[in-house]
């Protein structure tokens, strides 16, 4: 049975600790099944839609997909708290969606969805991370992942709330900027600011398999 995961860090090993611990591989080893890591750090849902929906081959059992959060941050970057452009992205990625998730349907394999996750619990403050301010920031994440939840359901795929998962563990459980991948502390899922470090891909692990249940 083939296995592909596409979209962004979420699903890679690198951050885990390196090849073999990254939450798309902890999958596949669960299930026994052939990998496929599409997924590349730093992707964006164009990234999706132009580098790696066209390399997802035959008749699939399961496909994972993590994709919008890179779009959110580069938004962040480039044009600061300007609402009207963060809609304008948040448009952009829900037209990704569009494309992406008839695309792995037709497919016929199982396909998983994950919302994205706020590493400041809740809080809406990043300039600990070095980013800007971004007042209405919260809203704007809930909003994406509504998109993401609603492209689901028009396409039949499950929903992975990763958002759900992660509060609590990433900036109120300690320190996100550290790079160590497995901190003594299990309940900090994050790390390099916004990634997850190896108890975060397995709660990423683990929340794909309760979706498929």
Not at 45 to 69: C, H, N
Not at 187 to 203: K, Y
Request: hydrophobic content about 45%.
């Amino acid at each position: 049975m083939a296995y592909y995961a596409l979209g962004d860090s979420m699903s890679i090993d690198e951050y885990a600790g390196g090849p073999g611990l990254g939450a798309a591989s902890l999958l596949a080893d669960d299930f026994g099944i052939e990998l496929t890591l599409l997924a590349r750090d730093g992707a964006t849902s164009d990234d999706v839609v132009r580098f790696q929906l066209d390399k997802v081959e035959g008749r699939p059992a399961l496909i994972t997909l993590t994709m919008g959060g890179n779009d959110l941050l580069e938004t962040l970057f480039r044009a600061g708290a300007d609402r009207e452009v963060a809609e304008r992205a948040l448009a952009k990625i829900a037209g990704n969606f569009e494309v992406v998730l008839p695309t792995l349907a037709a497919t016929g394999a199982r396909v998983i969805v994950s919302t994205v996750y706020d590493p400041t619990d809740g809080t809406g403050d990043l300039t600990w991370a070095g980013l800007p301010s971004w007042p209405g920031g919260l809203e704007i994440l809930a909003a994406l992942n509504g998109a993401i939840r609603d492209a689901a359901a028009r396409h039949g795929a499950v929903v992975a709330d990763l958002h759900a998962a992660f509060l609590g563990h990433g900036a109120k459980a300690g320190d996100v900027t550290a790079a160590d991948p497995r901190p003594t502390n299990r309940d900090l899922w994050l790390c390099g600011h916004i990634e997850p470090n190896a108890w975060g891909a397995e709660a990423i692990r683990d929340a794909w398999r309760a979706a498929l249940r």
